[in-house]
Nanobody
Framework: QVQLVESGGGLVQTGGSLTLSCAAS????????MYWYRQAPGKQREFVAS???????NYADSVKERFTISRDNAKNMVYLQMDSLKPEDTAVYYC?????????WGQGTQVTVSS
């Protein structure tokens, strides 16, 4: 069974920080690149960050220098440290992994940044 469970969202003021966590089942975590996406109201889901099993990372331009993705391969966990948050970061954040032949998504966690 595949499971991706996000946690850690909440309400924070502009300039604040939050850390999101994603607990993944081993069958979609081990050896896989893990992703964070987000979807703001009325907008399409967009890529935020990714991390390979070897811990190479990639970020959307909009979050570079502010967000940090990491993973704990022993615990099957992925994290997203979000600093210097802005109102435009408000969205539901999703953890994602691909296991042939499909993508898997968590239920999402809401992040709201107040101005």
């Amino acid at each position: 069974q595949v499971q991706l469970v996000e946690s850690g969202g909440g309400l924070v003021q502009t300039g604040g920080s939050l850390t999101l966590s994603c607990a993944a089942s081993e069958n979609v975590f081990r050896g896989n690149t893990m992703y964070w996406y987000r979807q703001a109201p009325g907008k399409q889901r967009e890529f935020v960050a990714s991390i390979t099993s070897g811990r190479s990372t990639n970020y959307a331009d909009s979050v570079k220098e502010r967000f940090t993705i990491s993973r704990d391969n022993a615990k099957n966990m992925v994290y997203l440290q979000m600093d210097s948050l802005k109102p435009e970061d408000t969205a539901v954040y999703y953890c994602n992994s691909y296991k042939y032949p499909r993508d898997y998504w968590g239920q999402g966690t809401q992040v709201t940044v107040s101005s």
